[in-house]
């Protein structure tokens, strides 16, 4: 039997297709490898990581992004960045 309690995931790069796939065959797999699992996602890309930033996944968020494409459900330092730039007055 195999037991995994919690795994993080991190984005980073530039743009790509199937992004939320991605999380999505690794949260997929890990619950059903053990439904008591938690997924994490780190966000803003390894920013995230070193500035203890993330989220659980949780089903019902994994279930918004669900086979759409993109990396903005766990908002990479990219997608973060042009974000604020394009919110400045």
Do not use: W
Request: proline share 1%; glycine share 12%.
């Amino acid at each position: 039997m195999f037991i995994l309690s919690q795994i993080g995931l991190v984005l980073s790069g530039g743009q790509a297709a199937g992004g939320h796939n991605v999380i999505m065959g690794i949260f997929d797999m890990v619950k059903k490898m053990n439904a008591d699992s938690k997924v994490f996602g780190f966000l803003m890309g390894p920013h995230g990581v070193y500035s203890n930033h993330y989220m659980e996944i949780c089903s019902d968020y994994m279930n918004l992004y669900r086979n759409m494409g993109g990396f903005d459900m766990i908002c990479k330092f990219k997608c973060y960045r042009e974000f604020m730039n394009k919110t400045k007055l």
